[in-house]
């Protein structure tokens, strides 16, 4: 089993950044062979990509309304993943979830994921 808890949400003006937090827990594993996601979900609309990394092959996808403001990294020693928001707009309102895939298979899509975060909320006003 493993958990993951985002942080970092809250209401910002268009413009500003953001920093959102995924920390992992639970069974024992390493980064380096997993493939952590990023997804959000506005009201009313269908969860969606923003970013993956692969930690053993380092193979980094993101959604092309982010690229270029939007950058995932981590901290081993913390066991936490970061997603980096930059630039922020009002169409990246939404609930932003971390999610965790054992194989790295599909990790642009929401079935490529075993286990997900509770969501943090991130709001831009413009």
């Known amino acids: 089993q493993v958990q993951l808890v985002e942080s970092g949400g809250g209401l910002v003006q268009a413009g500003d950044s953001l920093r959102l937090s995924c920390a992992a827990s639970?069974?024992?594993?390493?980064?380096?062979?997993?493939?952590m996601g990023w997804f959000r979900q506005a009201p009313g609309k269908v969860r969606e990509f923003v970013a993956s990394?692969?930690?053993?092959?380092?193979?980094?996808y993101y959604a092309d309304s982010v690229k270029g403001r939007f950058t995932v990294n981590r901290d081993n020693a913390k066991n936490t993943v970061y997603l980096q928001l930059n630039s922020l707009e009002p169409e990246d309102t939404a609930v932003y979830y971390c999610?965790?895939?054992?194989?790295?298979?599909?990790?642009?899509?929401?079935?490529?994921?075993?286990?997900w975060g509770q969501g943090t909320q991130v709001t831009v006003s413009s």
């Open positions: 999610a965790w895939s054992p194989t790295g298979r599909d990790p642009t899509t929401v079935s490529g994921y075993q286990y």
């Open positions: 639970g069974r024992t594993f390493t980064f380096s062979t997993y493939t």
């Open positions: 990394k692969n930690w053993d092959t380092f193979i980094t």
